[in-house]
């Protein structure tokens, strides 16, 4: 099993749709949890990142810690076809822990 | 303005060859990463430096060979290329121990033939 699991996908929603993307995982050591955009052959682009549990929104965009499912989400509302993408989750634990655990990805198309 | 610039941006090459990719990155970041990315998209560190000094080598093969010449440069040096390392290969930084707020390059697809 992965330490940090997500459905590749792909989701598809008309535009303006609320979408809810999701990541569970099994380390409960996990501090520091990460959302990425990463457009077709492009790098990654860190969107948010939250400490512990709770909500933290920026915009269209509201990230959502479940420490104790192990369960984090990313929402965007009024979803626009620039939101098409893959969205990565990663987290990384407490005291410097010195590298991110990635999840593979959701590919997510907003359609007009 | 590129923040986390790699160069070359595509690479394709013989089975057996060296080859080399570099990265840099003008943010004034004290970390900087290699991960590659498989077919799948699945991202996985590979190496990590702080100021020049390794400090993270995942369970990757002596055929890869990272080089800090300064804080603001990584490269990738593979040696005796292999059909598996096709791949996309991204650089990354970030502050001194901010692994939250990492900068990712645009990647370098490398094609192993």
């Known amino acids: 099993q992965k330490e940090v699991e997500q459905d590749p996908g792909p989701l598809s929603v008309p535009e303006g749709a609320i979408v809810s993307l999701n990541c569970t995982y099994s380390?409960?050591?996990?501090?520091?949890f990460m959302w990425y955009r990463q457009y077709s052959r492009k790098g990654p682009e860190l969107l948010m990142y939250t400490y512990s549990s709770g909500n933290k929104e920026d915009g269209r965009f509201t990230a959502q810690v479940d420490k104790s499912s192990k369960y984090i989400s990313l929402f965007i509302r009024d979803s626009q076809p620039s939101d098409s993408a893959t969205y990565l989750c990663?987290?990384?634990?407490?005291?410097?822990?010195?590298?991110?655990?990635f999840g593979t990805g959701t590919q997510l198309k907003v359609e007009l | 303005d590129t923040a986390v610039s790699q160069t070359p941006k595509y690479l394709v090459t013989q089975m057996g060859n060296d080859k080399s990719i570099k990265c840099e990155q003008n943010?004034?970041?004290?970390?900087m990463y290699w991960y590659k990315q498989d077919s799948k998209k699945f991202l996985k560190i590979m190496f990590s430096y702080n100021n020049k000094e390794l400090i993270i080598n995942e369970t990757v093969p002596n055929r890869f060979s990272p080089k800090s010449p300064d804080k603001a440069h990584l490269n990738l040096h593979i040696n005796s290329l292999e059909l598996g390392d096709s791949a996309v290969y991204f650089c990354?930084?970030?502050?001194?121990?901010?692994?939250?707020?990492?900068?990712f390059g645009p990647g370098t697809r490398l094609l192993v033939l």
């Open positions: 990663a987290m990384k634990g407490a005291g410097g822990g010195n590298k991110l655990t």
């Open positions: 943010l004034g970041h004290d970390t």
């Open positions: 380390n409960s050591a996990f501090q520091y």
């Open positions: 990354a930084s970030s502050p001194l121990g901010a692994l939250e707020t990492q900068y």
